[in-house]
């Protein structure tokens, strides 16, 4: 697929050759896709796509494509008129699926949703953070220690995936026991989402991936009832025993909650890991002053990788009410995509957008959320997770020698990782 080339003058025509419906774009090299995300952002209005019928990866719904900065924080600050509900990703959960395994919060709006992350939120207390940041630089230490120790040829199954998963499991209160079998679920779970099917895998994949939630919601149940009847100093013990307002989550609501917290908390983090560490490759400059006065520099450093991988590409929002934005007005039952990969390359916001710099200030990125009711959750606990393993890994200059391109998943919905091969520098070969 040719990506046209924006015209000079006023801003530019779309024409059919970008085309955010199609699977194939989706399978565009990543500097295509955001050259096409420059030309949409240069268009006078929002742009309407319509997926083909028979199309895998979409609910065959049209959508409106929103590119600019602006756009997406507005949308993302108007959740009365831009609603999650009926669900943020396509296709749309399915009713029995959410009778079956319980409305994930990430699809809640309005009252219900505000209860349930007040329930959630309050339990994520000073305390229960400042245990966690210690107890995650004492286990990055130790991941990195096994990574010398085991030498791998592929970073993502080791510490990348491995200290989101042990950090979460840790503060639920999982069992070490369990944990393998968790992160082989996880995987089984999100490895299609976003990913164009073909053949028999339409119907094969998404039964694995459903069986696997499932089995983790039984875990978790059993967990939930365990914990009642024996509370502990974990996150799930909070969760399901009620506070002074008598409010605790039921066995259902804490199934979903701890699906979203595994299969969107350990995804994006991992994936920020790996595409952060080939950035710090790519960019030695950037890397030496990162490594010259690390705490200084830390914060810019992760906030610079989550603005340049956005491992969220997109979010999908339901129109409730007739709203003018960006120069068009929106009708009920529209729906929108936000487009957080484009926003966070928005030339109107970001200064030499393509270009990684780790001292960028101001750098009010999306990687998070446009802000509103439905920022992560879970922002600052990846914060702690990125600082920690980049620590470890800048102390040891012998690591890691050299990197070598990551293998991208094709994906619509995350800049997913499915390798990143490495060789071990020169202390350790």
Known sequence: MTVPMQMSGDRAPVRPDVDLADPAFWRLPRPERLRAFALLRGCDAPVLFTPRPGTARTSGKPFYALVRHADVRAASRTPQIFASAPGVTTPEPA????????????????????????????????????????????????????????????????????????????????????????????????????????????LRIPGRGLASLAQMQFLMARLARERRRHPGDDLVSALVTADVDGEALSGRQLGAFFSLLLVAGVETTRNAIAHGLFLLDRHPEQRALLASDFDRHIGGAVDEIVRCSTPIIQFRRTVTAAYELGGRTFLPGEKVALIYASANRDEEVFTHPDRFDITRSPNPHLGYGGGGPHHCLGAHLARLEMTALFRELLSRRSVIRQMDDPGLVDSNFDNRVGSLPFTFGPTFT
């Not at 120790?149 to 026991?177: K, N, Q, T």
Request: a positive charge.
């Open 95 to 202: 009713g029995w699926a959410k009778a079956l395994f319980g409305n994930s919060m990430v699809n809640m709006d309005g009252a219900e949703h505000a209860a349930l992350r007040r329930i959630i939120s309050r339990r994520f207390t000073p305390r229960l953070l400042a245990d966690t940041e210690e107890s995650i630089g004492t286990l990055a230490g130790r991941l990195v220690d096994e990574l010398i120790a085991e030498r791998p040829r592929d970073f993502m199954p080791s510490a990348a995936s491995r200290l989101p998963l042990e950090v979460i499991c840790g503060l639920m209160g999982i069992p070490v026991a369990h944990r393998a079998w968790i992160a082989d679920r996880i995987d089984q779970a999100s490895e299609h989402v976003g990913v164009e099917r073909r053949g028999r895998a339409r």
